[in-house]
Nanobody, 114 residues
Framework: QVQLVESGGGLVQPGGSLRLSCAVS????????MGWYRQAPGKQRELVAVITSGGSTNNADSVKGRFTISRDNAKNTVYLQMNSLKPEDTAVYYCSVRTGQVYWGQGTRVTVSS
């Protein structure tokens, strides 16, 4: 059974930082690319960042230079380091993996507000 469990969300002031974590079980984690997505109120879910099994990364233009995705295969965990947060980063953040199907975590809420 594949499970993804996000953590690390919360309330942060503009300009602040948060690190999200996603613990994965039920798959051979090191074999799969991982993605972080977000969904803001009233908007569609969008891709934030991806990391391949080999460690190559790609970020959405809206977060380039501010967010960094990384992975620790020994811990079966993917991270999203978010710096210089803006109010428009407010959303529920989800991690995801595609094996034969797509799996999602339950999400962790990030609120950027003063």
């Amino acid at each position: 059974q594949v499970q993804l469990v996000e953590s690390g969300g919360g309330l942060v002031q503009p300009g602040g930082s948060l690190r999200l974590s996603c613990a994965v079980s039920g798959i051979i984690f090191s074999r799969y690319a991982m993605g972080w997505y977000r969904q803001a109120p009233g908007k569609q879910r969008e891709l934030v960042a991806v990391i391949t099994s080999g460690g190559s990364t790609n970020n959405a233009d809206s977060v380039k230079g501010r967010f960094t995705i990384s992975r620790d295969n020994a811990k079966n965990t993917v991270y999203l380091q978010m710096n210089s947060l803006k109010p428009e980063d407010t959303a529920v953040y989800y991690c995801s993996v595609r094996t034969g199907q797509v799996y999602w975590g339950q999400g962790t809420r990030v609120t950027v507000s003063s």
